[in-house]
């Protein structure tokens, strides 16, 4: 069936509809390039059509984008000269789009040329804005719902079909940096209010209001700014001097946002400066020369296919049990505080009705109060409407009757993290509940083999580790305990599809796979204090890695009186095998001095009396003092990352972690891991094994065996073997394979 079709009415507009066959939202294949430029040509050939209107047969949307699993597998499928085949692709991409802009006008008079507009009836994202951004007017449905922008920074690349030079062009480097450096995504009114669509019409009328103006349609009102002579650069070119200070300023701004770290949003702002010095044909040229470097660099391929093919992937279950569908009707969330509350706002956003239970009702109706705020919130953004916080507001029962939880089919249980009062409050709800119900509990550090030895049905038993704030963070974290049952997985993970989050499903074992990696990576931080590493070094070090938060910044926002909680547990278990005496001795006399971190207003930084973080806390220099001799950034900087990404290797050796693509996935949404690499798994793949075994001998002769290099990790590197060509099809780890 075809991607693009065209019909002709009477009055001489041809409607060339995108609608892929099989898909709820349009997205470009090459084939579909194809087929939209056979429609082109042939209506610009026919004397008989007066103009264009391009639009979509999906209802709602126009277009999501470019097929990303076609752009990752672009580089492979180039040929031996990969460089040159993606560039020559690209132009030839480039060619459609200017064929369309130009619409068959003469090219010195820029008269003859046939009106085309683009009809959004609403969302377009990527290659979905680019379309439209190449015809002569942007009609867009006044559908709320709608996002139109640019996000393909977010994903390791950026809009690479003309998109970064005709917005810079239209807006001015200034107005079109939200939409590009940020992937900045707009309703419709919002994105007519910043230049980008032209008009917003009653979604009855888009047609035919675009073809109205396409009958009526001027040459002078087809020919785009940048093919008239002369055009200026809106705000100022480079060397003018407004665009010399809009550049400088744009510039730090990258650069302080990313570290240096993201190649795209470098090669985005090299492409916007040095087009706006040439011609428009030069300057497409350029962008697709940068296009291409962007699309060389491993990391955009990493990013893509962590951030959005194995993302989506595991959104559409693809670890998923064979059960029948497991979508909650009637969730009881246990416990009303932080992260109980948060579970219950999530749950209620999307449509599920919520018992909300605490032990007193003054707590409970705290817990529904901070639905309430953070859809006030909403309402001030013009993101929810007043109708919306009603719905939401009226699906959480706040209570503490745990009758009223009869009728739910799951249980998440966000209680106090101690497992007597769990397995209390476990043997009360099953014996309220009906017997089909699954029972979750949300703990981040609790095994849940043992917690579940208190439910009489320990098949459907599980854990659900949400991740704070829970309304922000992207990732859910399900754990199977031993005896935990395929029905109880496959509702945990509908649940968390309902919710729109992602999830992991990993094995239990101690901290599971999330906090195993980053704790490790917060003591190494703390270590390298007490060894005199200068924390100033330490904390950039790991923002220049990609990193968000230095590890004493994160312990900051974690707080330090958890992790002496979580240290003193651990110890508890592991007794003489606890390997981070030294970390304790920095830890503990923090908590002595009563620097608790960010909620006290101390810690190791120090905060203002609004509690906003100010420089590093100078008396830890006191007590720690730095080294005369400091480490060069990369011996810092592996130190970091090497700790994280060993554990995960150690963690899918010992089957706690099934699929690296969880791996990957999980590790960037869930404790911010580098994202430019792709996750703890591509980047050994990008460092290559043998390097990686070798770094990791390195280490381990000058810092412990905390950095042995893994058997697997090991055998990978002496067979020159990467994890995504091993085990990239999700297939978990066989020792015995």
């Not at 079109?176 to 707009?186: H, I």
């Not at 650069?255 to 492409?271: D, E, I, W």
């Amino acid at each position: 069936m075809a991607e693009f079709t065209m019909d002709t009415d009477a009055q001489g507009v041809a409607t060339i509809t995108w609608d892929l066959p099989g898909k709820s939202m349009n997205v470009m294949t090459l084939n579909g390039w194809e087929e939209l430029e056979t429609l082109i040509d042939r209506a610009l050939a026919d004397e008989g059509v007066k103009g264009i209107v391009l639009t979509s047969g999906k209802e709602g949307s126009f277009a999501g984008g470019m097929d990303l699993n076609v752009i990752a597998r672009m580089r492979d499928e180039a040929g031996d000269d990969p460089a040159r085949g993606l560039f020559e692709g690209i132009m030839r991409i480039h060619g459609i789009m200017r064929k369309i802009e130009l619409a068959g006008m003469d090219p010195k008079t820029k008269k003859g040329g046939k009106p085309i507009a683009a009809a959004l009836p609403g969302t377009a994202l990527g290659i979905g804005l680019e379309l439209p951004l190449c015809t002569h007017r942007i009609f867009a449905a006044d559908n709320p719902k709608a996002k139109i922008g640019l996000p393909e920074i977010k994903i390791g690349i950026f809009p690479g079909a003309g998109g970064t030079t005709r917005l810079a062009r239209k807006l001015g480097a200034m107005g079109a940096s939200p939409l590009l450096l940020e992937g900045k995504l707009n309703d419709p009114a919002k994105a007519k209010s910043a230049g980008v669509v032209d008009e917003v019409v009653p979604a009855g009328e888009l047609l035919d209001r675009a073809k109205a103006w396409v009958l009526g349609a001027t040459d002078a009102d087809i020919v785009k700014p940048w093919d008239q002579k002369g055009y200026k650069f809106p705000g100022g070119a480079p060397y003018h001097p407004s665009g010399f200070m809009t550049f400088v300023g744009a510039s730090a701004m990258v650069n302080g946002n990313t570290q240096g770290a993201y190649p795209a949003a470098k090669a985005l702002l090299s492409a916007v400066y040095e087009g706006a010095l040439v011609p428009f044909d030069t300057a497409l040229r350029i962008e697709a020369r940068y296009f291409t470097h962007v699309l060389l660099n491993p990391s955009s391929s990493a990013m893509i296919r962590s951030l959005f093919i194995n993302k989506e992937a595991l959104e559409k279950g693809a670890n998923r049990p064979d059960a029948p569908d497991q979508r909650v009707r009637k969730v009881g969330v246990l416990g009303a505080g932080m992260m109980g509350a948060g579970i219950a706002h999530v749950a209620a956003n999307a449509g599920i009705e919520v018992v909300l239970i605490d032990q007193a009702q003054e707590a409970a109706d705290r817990g529904k109060a901070h639905s309430e705020g953070l859809l006030d919130k909403g309402i001030a953004r013009k993101r929810v409407t007043a109708e919306q916080k009603a719905e939401v507001l009226a699906r959480i029962d706040a209570t503490t009757d745990l009758e009223r939880l009869k009728g739910c089919d799951l249980i998440v249980e966000a209680v106090f993290e101690d497992p007597g009062v769990k397995a209390e409050m476990t043997k009360k709800v099953e014996a309220v509940v009906g017997e089909d119900a699954i029972f979750a509990t949300n703990t981040s550090t609790l095994p849940i083999t043992e917690l579940a030895r208190a439910s009489a049905r320990p098949e459907q038993f599980i854990g659900i580790h949400f991740f704070s704030p829970v309304d922000r963070m992207m990732l859910v974290e399900i754990i199977k305990g031993e005896r935990t049952g395929a029905r109880a997985v496959a509702k945990a993970l509908d649940f968390v599809r309902q919710i729109r989050k992602t999830p992991i499903v990993v094995n239990d074992a101690r901290f599971f796979y999330a906090n195993r990696c980053i704790i490790p990576y917060i003591n190494e931080g703390i270590r390298m204090v007490r060894e005199g590493v200068e924390p100033a070094l330490i904390e950039n070090a790991a923002k220049l890695a990609g990193m968000p938060l230095g590890p004493l910044q994160l312990t900051d926002e974690t707080s330090i009186d958890l992790g002496v909680k979580i240290a003193k547990a651990t110890k508890a278990a592991m007794g003489a095998d606890y390997p981070n005496d030294e970390v304790d001795e920095v830890l503990f006399w923090m908590a002595d001095q009563g620097r608790m971190g960010r909620k006290a207003g101390k810690g190791f930084y120090a905060y203002d009396d609004k509690g906003k973080r100010q420089l590093l806390w100078d008396g830890l220099a006191e007590r720690f003092p730095a080294a005369e001799r400091q480490p060069d950034l990369v011996e810092v900087q592996n130190r970091l990352l090497f700790v994280q990404v060993l554990e995960a290797v150690r963690a899918y050796e010992e089957g706690v972690l099934e699929d690296i693509r969880e791996g990957d996935v999980g590790a960037i949404l869930g404790w911010g891991f580098a994202p430019w690499s792709g996750g703890p798994f591509a980047w050994l793949d990008i460092l290559g094994a043998p390097y990686a075994a070798e770094t990791c001998d390195t280490l381990a002769d000058r810092f412990g065996p905390r950095f042995a290099c893994p058997d697997l990790l090991r055998r990978m590197a002496e067979e020159g073997a990467t994890f995504y060509g091993r085990f990239g099809d999700g297939r978990a780890f066989d020792a015995a394979a």
